[in-house]
């Protein structure tokens, strides 16, 4: 009699425990599935570091060292009193790749954070792009259009030539130098991304 | 007084009293309780030499080449535990430590590495000697740092000091230009005391999360199939680690495997003992990981070596990685539980859990799952069988083991099959007592090595296990041996092939022994007696146990030559891109499972 209750109370015990193992119990915990996923997807990453010598040369170091994808990355000092700068680096992978790329950054010594931008809630993108369109008659003034259209400024014009300034996100920047190829492109010089998260909230928390 | 005691903790008031840079670096390294520096001079650092001529506390040993310094204090660091600490010059100086250093970079040993730079307004302008040493070492070190201040060398060595100790050690580079080393500056104290500042952005977590414990140890309690597979990273936690490791071990009863880098953190002659995983790892732990249920990976890293091919590994299991590298965890295996910590804490978290929650292991099925790792192990994987007149190398291993086991006693090694054999055949039953180079795989690594825990270990026996073709790389340190009364013991298991190459070129190439024969050997006898050492030979397998007592018994660093057979293989043998349980077990097997399609392209 006694022994009976305890034969059916020990496999109930276990059951409870592999139950258990099926929740997520905690913060931090990565659904397996979101592991396994073999797309590749497109993140901003910003990284805020020591404005100190090699830092750049770290990042790049170890981007180029261990084969991840640079789509942009960009730099500049964004607290002198402070020394620290921000990179921006959007890159492109799997799940399992980003979540590397960013353990990677994150034991960088001269790193005080990694914010993934594309995951951790809603951000903003923006580049800039310098785009020299050469032409007369009317691809001048289709360009001169298009340029409109995209709220892009002219900084420069000649006789033969404009520089437009465009800003947007990638893909209006990419839109847009699609639009000038057959008017008469010259060359594009781009920023690359700069990125924010929205709301109130700053990359240190 | 309390005042005196803040600015202590802080370690950021520089000191009134100016000194010359080269001091402030002594004074720095004093501070961090150097007691032994393995270097080599030159030009640019010829100040600090000068400093460390002038002073007693820190012992200074020439090496015979740079690779040797790294690797000496790489000996030294693991064997101890503490930072090793190296002196180079500039230009051909540091290039010449970039093998040691990527070597502590893969195996995660400490090592602060000191080298010269030509001062800094000729830097850039191709000077004599110039290197851009923190170029060049960026990718090889956990950091490095070029000291253009002299204000800033004490807090810069300090930093060095904490940045290869802490979370996952590694070694770290401080290039030092002459200038600098020349100039007047102040001292700074290292942050020390409980409550030191933390570094500003260098805090690795140490903690683990404590659900994911709790966790950790609820998937524990529910396995069937369970098996602990403990790596590098119990020895780099420290002895604690592995004590803690023991009991949990025990309290459970569950089998444990470990990795070449982890062996000795639980002791060979344990109960529970499956032996080495891997490659060359035996049958029932290879078979345990790929049948288990449950695997509990505590401080190691999904290597390679260990895992086989990925697509079949341990394909029924979920997987608990605990790890202090965040990036160590979903890195080349997928687990359902990672947790980023130190183990000792997560072992001790561990403990706490499964006593508190008073959990047992499912007897039923753990026994039946020891019933079918006994059968596995009855398979002996390990057997040779020494008859003749040649010396099998297992069995070399295996006299030296028996006729050393009751001593205090480290063994090194260089790279190759008598590694593997060493590894399986000297049964270890404590941390930090052995030391190879397992991650870069650097033949040459041995004697250095061996050198290094002499220097810190003066009364142990310390025997470099070594290849004769490996030997040849970094032969010039028994030099420093001889210099530094080290009685080390390089005990060759000589097959007069680089014997892993030619082992893969059997089972690959065809059997076309491309270049792997050691041609011209030297008389290893007269080259240990040139360098002053004493020198032995043994090729008959009876007069194994006498040679081995005798050379225990030399005082002075001997160098004995062991004639094996050449034609021996290493196994068992996972083949390169193979699954655990497609594993070569003898000579006899091999032909059936020859290396074939994607396995061939792999190393
Ligand atoms: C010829 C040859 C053959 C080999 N064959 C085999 C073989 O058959 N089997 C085998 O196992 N190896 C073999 N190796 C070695 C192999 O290449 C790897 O070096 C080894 O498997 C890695 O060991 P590890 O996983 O313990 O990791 P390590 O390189 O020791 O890394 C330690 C891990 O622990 C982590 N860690 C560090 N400190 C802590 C801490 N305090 N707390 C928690 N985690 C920490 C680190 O982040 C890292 O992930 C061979 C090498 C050679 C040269
Ligand atoms: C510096 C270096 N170069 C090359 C290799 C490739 N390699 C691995 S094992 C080996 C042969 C080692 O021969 P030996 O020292 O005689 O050891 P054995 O395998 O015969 O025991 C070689 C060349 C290496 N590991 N390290
Ligand atoms: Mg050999």
Known sequence: MAKKPAKTKTPSKRAKIVEEQSSNLYEGMIPLARLRDKETYRHVVSVLVDNEAGVLARVIGLFAGRGYNIESLTVSEVDRDRGLSRINVATSGTHQTIDQIKAQLGRLVPVHIVRDLTDDGPSVARELALVKVAGVGEKRVEALRIGDIFRANVVDSSTQSFVFEVVGNTDKVDAFIDLMKPLGLVEVSRTGVAAIARGARGIEK | MAEAATTERNGDTPSKELFVGARLILKALQEQGVEVIFGYPGGAVLPIYDEIFKQNSIRHVLVRHEQGAVHAAEGYARSTGKVGCVLVTSGPGATNAVTGLTDALMDSIPIVCLTGQVPTHLIGNDAFQEADTVGITRPCTKHNYLVRDVNKLSE??????????????????????????????????????????????????????????????????????????????????????????????????????????????????????????????????????????????????????????????????????????????????IVDLGIVGDCAIALEDMLAVWKAKKYQADQKALKAWWRQIEEWKSRDSLKYVQKGKLIKPQYAIQRLFELTKKRETYITTEVGQHQMWAAQFYRFDQPNHWLTSGGLGTMGYGLPAAVGVQMAHRDALVVDIAGEASIMMNIQELSTAVQYHLPVKVFIINNQYMGMVRQWQELLHGGRYSESYSEALPDFVKLAEAFGCVGMRVSDPAKMDDTIKEMISIDRPVVCDVSVDPKENCFPMIPSGKAHNEMILGQDEKSGKAITGEGLALV
């Not at chain 2, 709790?214 to 199939?225: E, F, G, L, P, Y």
């Not at chain 2, 344990?270 to 401080?299: F, K, Q, R, S, V």
């Not at chain 2, 590298?325 to 979903?330: E, F, K, L, Y």
Request: net charge positive.
């Open chain 2, 156 to 333: 810069t060595i300090h930093e060095a000091f904490y940045v290869a100790r802490s979370g996952r050690p590694g070694p770290v580079v401080v290039d030092l230009p002459k200038d600098v080393c020349m100039a007047m500056g102040h001292y700074t104290t290292a942050p020390r005391g409980v409550q030191r500042k933390q570094h500003k952005t260098y805090n690795p977590k140490t903690k683990p999360d404590s659900a994911a414990i709790a966790h950790a140890v609820a998937m524990m309690a529910a396995a069937k199939k369970p098996v602990f597979y403990t790596g590098g990273g119990i020895i780099n936690s420290g002895p604690k680690a592995s004590a803690l490791l023991r009991e949990l071990v025990k309290l459970t009863g569950f089998p444990i495997t470990s990795t070449l880098m982890g062996l000795g953190a639980y002791p060979a002659s344990g109960d529970h003992w499956l032996g080495m995983l891997g490659m060359h790892g035996t049958y029932e732990a290879n078979l345990a990981m790929h049948g288990c249920d449950l695997m509990i990976n505590i401080g190691a890293r999904f290597d390679d070596r260990v895992t086989g091919n990925l697509k079949f590994f341990a394909p029924d299991s979920k997987k608990i990685h605990i790890d202090i590298d965040a990036s160590s965890i979903n890195k080349n295996v």
